[in-house]
């Protein structure tokens, strides 16, 4: 428990909310939450609407801009989008830099921040014209990037993009297409990366959001901020939750399959264990996003036919977690991260890419998200802290230590 009489500073009293857990950090109109509810909407549409009606640039349009965009807006985005999407070459000479096993996070992280090498100039903010080149800038090149990544890794030459292609049939050629194989892609594959992304594309505070908006008070630029977003995503409490739920579902399989025996180990309070991809900060009833992503999932694997013992796993687990009163108790629900390490394995995704997936649809809310609080001019995000440590002491020399 806090003792209330240490809650003093320097300067006054101050408030103690570690993890933020009940404290605004801004006023922002991009994404509504309703946790209990299990509501989710950008700029006032319904998740369920744009995930079933709209497409992932369309969304994007409307998570940065504030609407959603007429035809003749969407084309030109679309367009503008395929005009930045040439990376400068010197850029594959720091990909050639990392090692082969490097994680795909660390060096997506460092390749956005490379980006601010080759655009300097900061992104003038008074500027519309402005802002719209740097979002056009920011989404081609952050796709292009994601995929070298991925070609990185598996010794694939890079390539570029196609213009007669929508962005996710391009991302997905990108990815995969190698020169002496023809690559097709499959609409249902298409359709099943469209609404992934869709769902990821905001989500309001979160650890990665918050990470872009304290980094840009400072007016950092919108590149150094993004990787600095990329960072906290990585981890396996946020957006590296996707990759450890695949891991944990392989561990059980690996162990015969018991999926009580890791129940036990989740709910022991002496075993730092959690279910992956179970319990979220907000979501106190259902994560919505994982509703629609649960029966995406299943598309996907009835469409390509899939068969994976780790995915029966993940069905078994879930069903038995929801009936578990421990779960119950703490409203403990899978989250978007339960389905999509599922979908993105039935693609062909390597596990290690996951998260570059989630940051390639968190990307338009990283970006927008930074946009409106220079916007807003938001002041630094400088947190306070208690002191705990030790008083005054007298400095001891060297020889007397
Ligand atoms: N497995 C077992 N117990 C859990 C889990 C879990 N996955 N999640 C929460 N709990 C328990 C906690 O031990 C705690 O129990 P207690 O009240 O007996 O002490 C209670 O549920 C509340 O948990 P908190 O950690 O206080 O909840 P918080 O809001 O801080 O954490 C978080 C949310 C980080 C998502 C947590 O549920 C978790 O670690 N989940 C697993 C990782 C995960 O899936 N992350 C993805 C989140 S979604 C996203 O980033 C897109």
């Not at 994601?146 to 030459?157: A, D, N, Q, Y």
């Not at 007016?219 to 939750?241: D, N, T």
């Amino acid at each position: 428990a806090i003792d209330i009489t240490k809650l003093r500073g320097a300067t006054g009293y101050i408030t103690i909310d570690q993890g933020f857990k009940n404290t605004g950090s801004c006023q922002s109109s991009i994404t509504f939450l309703d946790g209990e509810k299990g509501i989710l909407r950008y700029r006032g549409y319904s998740i369920e609407d744009l995930a079933e009606k709209a497409s992932f640039i369309e969304v994007s349009y409307a998570v940065i801009f504030g609407e959603l965009p007429t035809k003749t807006q969407l084309e030109k985005f679309e367009d503008d989008i395929r005009k930045h999407t040439l990376v400068n070459e010197e850029m594959k000479d720091i990909i050639d830099g990392f090692p082969k096993n490097a994680h795909p996070m660390g060096i997506l992280s460092s390749l956005t921040s490379a980006l601010t090498a080759f655009n300097p100039k900061p992104v003038d903010v008074d500027s519309q014209e402005a802002i719209y080149n740097a979002v056009c800038k920011t989404i081609a090149k952050f796709s292009v990037l994601s995929t070298w990544v991925h070609r990185k890794r598996e010794g694939f030459p890079m390539n570029y993009y196609d213009n007669s292609k929508g962005y996710v049939e391009n991302f997905l050629t990108m990815m995969f297409a190698i020169p002496t194989e023809e690559y097709k892609v499959n609409p249902v594959v298409v359709d099943a990366l469209d609404k992934l992304l869709i769902l990821h594309a905001d989500h309001e505070q979160n650890c990665s959001t918050s990470t872009v908006r304290v980094v840009g008070s400072s007016h950092a630029g919108l590149f150094a901020s993004i990787s600095a977003g990329v960072s906290a995503l990585w981890g396996p409490l946020h957006g590296g939750a996707n990759q450890a739920v695949i891991e944990m579902l392989e561990a059980i399989k690996a162990d015969g399959g018991d999926v009580e025996k890791f129940i036990a180990k989740a709910k022991d309070k002496d075993d730092p264990f959690r279910l992956m991809g179970f319990g979220h900060r907000v979501y106190k009833n259902f994560d919505p996003r994982a509703k629609i992503i649960k029966k995406a999932a299943d598309d996907v694997l009835a469409a390509l036919g899939v068969n994976d013992p780790v995915l029966d796993i993940a069905k078994t687990l879930e069903k038995a977690a929801l009936e578990d009163e421990y779960f119950k108790a703490r409203n403990l629900y899978p989250n978007v991260d339960f389905y999509s390490g599922i979908i993105y394995r039935a693609l062909g995704i390597p596990t290690e890419m996951f998260t570059v997936m989630f940051a390639v649809g968190r990307l338009p809310g990283w970006i927008a998200q930074w946009i409106e609080m220079r916007l807003n001019s938001e002041p630094i995000g400088r947190p306070r802290q208690v002191y705990t440590g030790e008083n005054l002491r007298a400095f001891k020399e060297i020889s007397n230590r």
